[in-house]
């Protein structure tokens, strides 16, 4: 096939275009070029996409697909308005940002309610906490089925993407956690659920996708697990046995000046519960059925760790720090001891 993919510079559009240039296809990259560089075998168009015609000299190409990652709502109607008439088959990777209840576990793309689009003068995500960037991308959703029709076009709401190249904390926090050893704070219960995908398994399920025909609105993300087999099975692929795992409930964290998610001082991949139960445990039964693999967790570990050893310098440094880890665990202790 050949493959237009709308970025390929970084992690998701990054893997897209390596693993489809390893399968034999006729990768193209658009992008500014500013955030890293595109894989070998691939071809790079530098494009600014803020120009409303900057994709047009693309048209003629006749792609068979295309993928893309955008929030910018601008960017989106630019690019579909150059090449929608002369693309078999449409990618957008979306967000699990678009629903409206993140409370209710179990819910599927088909059943869940979605957030309002963007209002009018929002064109994208806003300040450090990406305000509005589910209405965004409910808004971009909505014109990639306009332009190309539910028969041509895949929209991939993706939940949290991890392993090789991961641009957050999210995940390499606990790999480089659970390699250190020693005691480890773990949020909440055992039990609390815990989901992701590995960057890529949504790769090869987009070019799948395209491959395929696949069309339709699927939640792109692998089976939810309790964070105990998360953490177990972490130390397990970096060979460690038996890790020395705290669990701290979750009131306290809070009552600690413990955050959620990601950023400083955060512990991540842990949520408020019930508030956010739905976040991390949705219904990956359509995706599965539908042609996504998910490899086994070992193997996201071991791709993690070692892209993290062979690139320090572009692993993003958050979460708890040791001092702050250690105070925190000897004021637990001091509760329970009384």
């Not at 693309?87 to 409206?100: D, E, L, P, R």
């Amino acid at each position: 096939m050949r493959i237009l993919v709308l970025g390929g510079t970084r992690f998701l559009g990054r893997a897209v275009a390596r693993l489809a240039a390893a399968q034999g296809h006729d990768v193209t990259c658009a992008a500014r070029g500013v955030s890293g560089s595109v894989p070998s075998g691939v071809r790079f168009v530098p494009v600014d996409r803020d120009n409303p015609g900057a994709l047009e000299p693309l048209a003629d190409v006749g792609f068979d697909a295309v993928v893309d990652v955008t929030s910018q709502i601008s960017h989106a109607r630019h690019a579909l308005a150059a090449l929608a008439d002369r693309v078999g088959h449409w990618s957008f990777v979306s967000t699990i940002s678009v629903y409206a209840d993140n409370t209710t576990a179990g819910q599927t793309a088909s059943d869940a309610p979605l957030l309002a689009p963007a209002p009018p003068e929002v064109d994208g995500p806003v300040g450090a906490d990406h305000r509005w960037y589910g209405e965004c991308k409910v808004s971009i959703e909505r014109l990639v089925r306009e332009r190309m029709g539910v028969d041509r076009s895949f929209i991939c709401r993706a939940g949290l993407i991890v392993g090789a190249e991961d641009p957050s904390d999210r995940f390499p926090y606990w790999v480089r956690r659970l390699s250190t050893g020693g005691e480890v704070l773990a949020p909440g219960r055992p039990t609390d659920r815990v989901q992701f995908v590995d960057v890529a398994d949504l790769a090869a399920w987009l070019l799948h996708a395209a491959g395929t025909g696949l069309a339709g609105t699927y939640d792109g993300t692998g089976l939810a697990m309790p964070r105990a087999e998360l953490l177990h099975g972490v130390a397990a692929g970096l060979g460690v046995a038996d890790p020395a795992l705290v669990w701290v409930d979750q009131e306290f964290l809070l009552d600690h000046d413990v955050r959620e998610w990601t950023g400083e001082r955060a512990l991540p991949l842990w949520v408020r519960l019930p508030e956010f139960a739905g976040l991390m445990d949705r219904d990956a039964g359509p995706a599965l059925a539908a042609g996504l693999a998910v490899r086994p967790l070992s193997d996201t570990v071991r791709a993690t760790a070692a892209w993290m050893t062979a690139d320090p310098a572009a692993v993003r440094q958050g979460g708890l720090d040791p001092a702050d880890e250690a105070a925190v665990l000897r004021e637990w202790q001091a509760v329970r001891d009384r």
